[in-house]
């Protein structure tokens, strides 16, 4: 392989949608909003984002893996491993796999250096918060990841819904809104979601592990309930944006996209093997990637109806 096709595999790179969307939803609300739309920081945004993301991926496998919890769902019977496998099958070595993270952390914090010269230090504080949750996720000594009181995932919410769109809107406008937060909260949910259900492909090898997830400290039952909520709060704060007028009402077709998982959580049982989360968790990240492409569209083509 190349080293870019391995670059692409290590760090997970298919991904990445999961971060632009919503860094495309902050810029396009600073667009209709308030008809301000800068290309070159939009741009230089979501390298930026982009980086940090990958960054986030491949430091998080580097403390899965120094902590046991990535070799202990490779040896797991019942455990669908989801890291890239560079590091537990040797196919890069640990000091080569860190030099490309922290590469990837120097890119991402250079955009976020140069953003606020010409955006304001909220843009750097943004960032900074992003790769402060993004590095503490698993590593000590605050792993949010292992500690089982929903800080994982509140730390997914603030990094792949609140600051990224919150983030971008403040680079095309230079001030806060409140309408950015609230924008911020359907695709934050949903990508919340993705995480969520990822954790049934492993979660007892979790346990195992130490790694106190939702889903190991509430049981499988009690965690896909909590699944459906966090799907049905993701429905709800898209309807409250709509009522709110922060996106247009045919941005009501995005609700369409959800039915598939929906559907997908009658097919469950109360207690399953690890294979039978392969399909949720794969439109889990479906229905995200739709739901956002939707919510884009929609506030694309209402800045145009306003621009005539």
């Not at 120094?66 to 000091?95: C, H, M, P, Y």
């Not at 039915?259 to 690890?274: A, C, D, F, Q, V």
């Not at 989360?277 to 956002?292: F, H």
Request: glycine share 8%; charged share 10%; net charge positive.
């Amino acid at each position: 392989m190349s080293f870019w096709t391995q670059f692409k595999k290590a760090s997970r790179m298919q991904v990445i949608p999961v971060m632009l969307i919503p860094v495309a939803l902050g810029a396009l609300g600073a667009y209709v909003w308030t008809d301000t739309f800068h290309l070159g920081l939009f741009i230089l945004t979501l390298v930026g984002a982009g980086a940090a993301h990958l960054f986030s991926n491949m430091v998080n496998d580097l403390w899965d893996y120094k902590n046991g919890t990535d070799v202990e769902a490779n040896n797991s019977v019942d455990a669908i491993s989801t890291n890239s496998g560079f590091l537990t099958q040797n196919k890069w070595s640990v000091r080569k796999f860190k030099a490309i993270t922290w590469l990837l952390f120097a890119i991402a914090a250079l955009c976020g250096i140069v953003l606020s010269l010409f955006s304001g230090w909220w843009a750097f504080v943004f960032g900074a918060f992003g790769g402060l949750i993004a590095y503490f996720y698993v590593a000590p000594p605050i792993r949010f990841g292992y500690r089982g009181k929903g800080y994982s995932e509140v730390a997914i919410l603030l990094s792949f819904g609140i600051l990224p769109v919150m983030g971008a809107y403040y680079v095309q406008t230079s001030h806060l809104d409140l309408r950015a937060l609230l924008l911020s909260l359907p695709i934050g949910l949903l990508t919340t979601l993705i995480l969520f259900n990822h954790h049934f492909l492993h979660w007892q090898a979790d346990r195992l592990a130490g790694k106190k997830t939702l889903v190991v400290v509430w049981g499988e039952k009690r965690a896909l309930r909590f699944s459906r909520v966090l799907l049905l709060l993701a429905c709800l704060s898209l309807i409250a944006c709509v009522v709110l007028g922060i996106l247009p009402p045919y941005a009501l077709v995005a609700l369409l996209t959800v039915i598939p998982l929906y559907l997908m959580y009658g097919r469950l049982k109360e207690t399953n093997r690890s294979e039978a989360y392969l399909p949720l968790m794969k439109i889990s990240t479906i229905t995200t990637l739709r739901c956002g492409g939707v919510l884009i569209l929609s506030l694309i083509v209402q800045g145009l109806i306003q621009s005539i």
